[in-house]
Each structure stands twice: as structure tokens, then as C-alpha cells.
């Protein structure tokens, strides 16, 4: 069984000082689709990867103590790459 959710990061840059306070400034927002999987056989190659051109940043598998008819099955996470959204579109902005 898989579902996917979704991850929220504000961008912002580092704290500066504006008079007799601090001012952080925030341009857009990162929105990562994370997609978890219970039991699965199917693991991403190398090729899905973004550094070789696929649509993922990021996916970390472990393997169940268990086998069907000696298939493994695996539990993990797959991340694909951000898409920028604007700040309001963030949910509780």
C-alpha cells in the first residue's frame, strides 16, 4: 500500500537588521510531493534520480524481515523535486 502527501518549507533569507529590530524575508515556498510506500517491490533506479535527469531528490527503502515466495518487499519514501509556489498558497497562510 502507498499514499502520497505533501512537505511545506518557507524560503526566507537570514535575519538582518531593520532599526531596532530584525526582519527576515521570505520569497515563495517549496511544495515536495513525498510519496510512502507499506510494502513495495519497485524501487527507483538511478536514472529516476535528479542528478541523472529523473524527478526525484531523494528515497530511502528497508527492507522487511519477511519474503513471499522469495520476493523482498520494502517500506520507504520517495521525494520528488520542489515546485515554487507562492507564500498564500501554503496551507494555514
Given at each position: ?5 505533501y512537505?511545506?518549507?518557507l ?20 511544495k ?7 510494502a ?22 528497508n527492507?522487511h ?16 523535486k520542489?515546485?515554487?509556489?507562492d ?7
Amino acid at each position: 500500500m502507498s499514499f502520497t502527501s505533501y512537505t511545506y518549507r518557507l524560503r526566507s533569507s537570514g535575519p538582518f537588521p531593520a532599526g531596532r529590530m530584525l526582519v527576515v524575508h521570505t520569497f515563495m515556498a517549496e511544495k515536495s510531493e513525498v510519496t510512502s510506500h507499506e510494502a513495495t517491490t519497485d524501487l527507483l533506479s538511478s536514472n529516476d534520480m535528479a542528478l541523472y535527469g529523473g524527478e526525484y531528490v531523494s528515497a530511502s527503502y528497508n527492507a522487511h524481515p519477511f519474503t513471499l515466495g522469495g520476493i523482498i518487499f520494502f517500506s520507504g519514501q520517495e521525494i520528488k523535486k520542489p515546485e515554487y509556489i507562492d507564500e498564500s498558497n501554503m496551507p494555514g497562510a
